[in-house]
């Protein structure tokens, strides 16, 4: 099985930084994207950003010039680097792990809160 394992959330307070790591472990396609994610009070999960293997990525408009995703292949670990936080960044942070495989196969770590306040 695949584990995720996330660290790093925390109280930030505005216009902070923060970086959260994901850990992967378990049989892992080795073509594969990972993500973060994150759900705001009352709201629905939401990409922040992904990465496929191959460095390639993507982010959600409301994080364009504030945050940077990364990955480190040997240790099938990605990070988020984000800046400038807002109030609005406040959510649990998801990592997600995905690949095709006949269909697509996902799992997800348990979230890591943050919460950007004063």
């Known amino acids: 099985q695949v584990q995720l394992v996330e660290s790093g959330g925390g109280l930030v307070q505005p216009g902070g930084s923060l970086r959260l790591s994901c850990a992967a472990s378990g049989s892992i396609f080795s073509i594969n994207t990972m993500a973060w994610y994150r759900q705001a009070p009352g709201k629905q999960r939401e990409l922040v950003a992904d990465i496929t293997n191959f460095g390639s990525t993507n982010y959600a408009d409301s994080v364009k010039g504030r945050a940077t995703i990364s990955r480190d292949n040997a240790k099938t670990t990605v990070y988020l680097q984000m800046n400038s936080l807002k109030p609005a960044d406040t959510a649990v942070y998801y990592c997600?792990?995905?690949?095709?495989?006949?269909?697509?196969?996902?799992?997800w770590g348990k979230g890591t809160l943050v919460t950007v306040s004063s």
């Open positions: 997600n792990l995905r690949w095709n495989s006949g269909g697509v196969i996902q799992y």
